[in-house]
């Protein structure tokens, strides 16, 4: 049964299983796929992935897909001067004043899957960012953060997860 607590370090030719953390060089991977990986963990590796290189430095990735339900908002922030004559002026409020906050489900997820997702917030801890690719139409690899998340275990083998993802600049 996987654990978000008891991460293994990789070992070659170990037969791992499809969203499994290891740590390798101090840092979390999960398995793409399922059986013996002779390749050691990397960034931008082909059989792992949790470590992408983002604007030239190594950032933790989250890889995971979300269900289909997803609601992405937008707020963009505005400083507004209105005038006697019913006239209005706006002006963006700042650099990055269009931010996104995405809320997302992971639905019918396995234990292994399940248990990586959470491991991978938990580790954050609401403060670290990571890079994360929104569902379409926005599809480019954004900075965000993860306020909060929920697990509900439906039933055996079958785990729901909601998370909020919000946009950061850094």
């Known amino acids: 049964m996987p654990s978000i607590y008891n991460i ?7 037969a791992y299983r499809k969203n499994e953390a290891v740590i390798y060089n101090n840092k979390f991977y999960y398995s ?3 059986g013996n990986l002779n390749i050691a963990p990397a960034t931008n ?6 470590v992408v290189s983002y604007n030239g430095s190594d950032k933790p990735n989250f890889i995971w897909s ?15 001067i ?8 706006r002006i963006p409020d700042g650099i990055n004043n269009n931010l996104v906050r995405a809320d997302l489900s992971f639905d ?15 580790l954050r801890k609401a403060a670290e960012s990571f890079v994360f690719s929104l569902p379409e139409p926005y599809t480019s690899a954004r900075l965000m953060v993860c306020r909060s998340w929920s697990n509900n275990y439906a039933f055996y083998n079958n785990y ?11």
Do not use: C
């Not at 293994?8 to 170990?14: G, K, M, Y």
């Not at 209105?82 to 002026?89: I, L, R, S, T, W």
């Not at 729901?160 to 850094?170: D, Q, T």
């Open 82 to 89: 209105k005038f006697g004559d019913g006239y209005e002026q």
């Open 8 to 14: 293994p370090t990789w070992i070659n030719s170990t």
């Open 45 to 50: 590796s082909i059989n792992w992935a949790g």
């Open 32 to 34: 793409l796929i399922n």
């Open 66 to 80: 979300p269900s289909y339900n997803a609601t992405i908002n937008q707020e963009p922030k505005v400083k507004t």
């Open 160 to 170: 729901n997860i909601k998370a909020m993802f919000e946009e950061v600049a850094n």
């Open 108 to 122: 019918k997820r396995d234990a292994y899957e399940a248990a990586a997702i959470i491991h991978f917030l938990t």
